[in-house]
């Protein structure tokens, strides 16, 4: 079964620095999908940014960037010039990309402060 | 667009009591799911839906059950509510896509107390 783990509990940054939260998971498959997610305290889950497997290129969304490596199984978020908005809870999913199956996988999360 | 829409955002039961967590989606997504989140811990999946009248168990069903008899509706059931149910439940949805990359969209949340 496939596993997500994020070890960092807390992280703290300060305004405009830059700031990388880790994420490490476990699959025996070569194809599947790997996705952030950010929960402020309103509580919504909001999709900051998403890898395919078998793109060796990192993905990128404006301030958000990942370090994708497949072979020691690690997805890092890079987050630039932080944001007060920024703070939040951030969730590192799993997804495989067999056919027929629906779930996510998601590790237990990183509270990111942004310190003014 | 709403996106997907969970009522009530808060409910406090008693032991025992029984209770239907509403979830709307206005996307016309096929795939639907029920996640909880305990106080520091990320989602386990409860339920999840691939379209009308097809559910299927998640990591954690028991103490749940579900339907979904619309494309729009996945309404989550709690039969005998227990003080390990509280929790905060999110419904997502999202489509099928090209072999699953698309994201889930998620609810806002109901934060669920059994006492």
């Known amino acids: 079964a496939q596993t997500v783990t994020q070890s960092q509990p807390e992280m703290s940054v300060q305004e405009a620095e830059t700031v990388t939260l880790s994420c490490t998971y476990d699959?025996?498959?070569?194809?599947?999908?790997l996705f952030w997610y950010k929960q402020p305290p309103s509580r919504q889950m909001i999709l900051v940014i998403r890898q395919e497997a078998y793109k060796q290129q990192n993905a990128t969304e404006n301030r958000f960037s990942v370090n994708f490596q497949k072979a020691a199984k690690s997805f890092s978020l890079k987050i630039s010039d932080s944001q007060l908005g920024d703070a939040a809870m951030y969730f590192c999913a799993y997804r495989s990309a067999t056919s027929g199956t629906y779930k996510y996988i998601f590790g237990t999360g990183t509270r990111l402060k942004v310190l003014a | 667009n709403a996106g997907v829409t969970q009522t009530p955002k808060f409910r406090i039961l008693k032991i025992g009591q029984s209770m239907t967590l509403q979830c709307t989606q206005d996307m016309n997504h096929n795939y639907m799911y029920w996640y909880r989140q305990d106080p520091g811990m990320g989602l386990k999946l409860i339920y999840y839906?691939?379209?009308?009248?097809?559910?299927d168990k998640g990591e954690v069903p028991n103490g749940y059950n579900v339907s979904r008899s619309t494309t729009e509706d996945f309404p989550l059931r709690l039969e005998l509510a227990a003080p390990s149910q509280t929790s905060v439940y999110f419904c997502?949805?999202?489509?099928?896509?090209?072999?699953?990359?698309?994201?889930?969209?998620f609810g806002d949340g109901t934060r669920l107390s059994i006492l």
């Open positions: 699959t025996s498959e070569s194809d599947y999908y």
């Open positions: 997502a949805s999202s489509e099928p896509g090209t072999g699953g990359n698309q994201p889930q969209h």
């Open positions: 839906s691939v379209g009308a009248g097809i559910t």
